[in-house]
């Protein structure tokens, strides 16, 4: 069993920028994709961005195309959430998971990292 732990989250004014990362133990880490979602209070829980593990291909939700960038260290069995021009709309307890094989969906949810935007 995977388990994620997600960091970096923390209180930042609008425009700034934050760094997320999450971390997957286990010895051989090979999944399809991992994904970062968000959950705003109130609302449900929603797609930010995603990467494949081999490729290196990634993919965004509209909201943040264009100010966030994922990546991921495979050495280190680590993604990171690159988020620049933050907005206060973007306050949100943000959670990494694992996508196991293409036609798996995600699991392995992390505890979430709580990012704050002020305005």
């Known amino acids: 069993q995977v388990q994620l732990v997600e960091s970096g989250g923390g209180l930042v004014q609008a425009g700034g920028s934050l760094r997320l990362s999450c971390a997957a133990s286990?010895?051989?880490?090979?999944?399809?994709?991992m994904g970062w979602f968000r959950q705003a209070p109130g609302k449900e829980r929603e797609f930010a961005a995603d990467?494949?593990?081999?490729?290196?291909?990634?993919s965004y939700a509209d909201s943040v195309k264009g100010r966030f960038t994922i990546s991921r260290d495979n050495a280190k069995n680590t993604v990171y959430l690159e988020m620049n021009s933050l907005k206060p709309e973007d306050t949100a307890v943000y959670y990494c998971a694992v996508k196991r094989t293409l036609f798996s969906q995600y699991d392995g949810w992390g505890q979430g990292t709580q990012v704050t935007v002020s305005s």
């Open positions: 990467i494949v593990w081999c490729a290196g291909s990634t």
């Open positions: 286990g010895r051989t880490f090979s999944p399809h994709r």
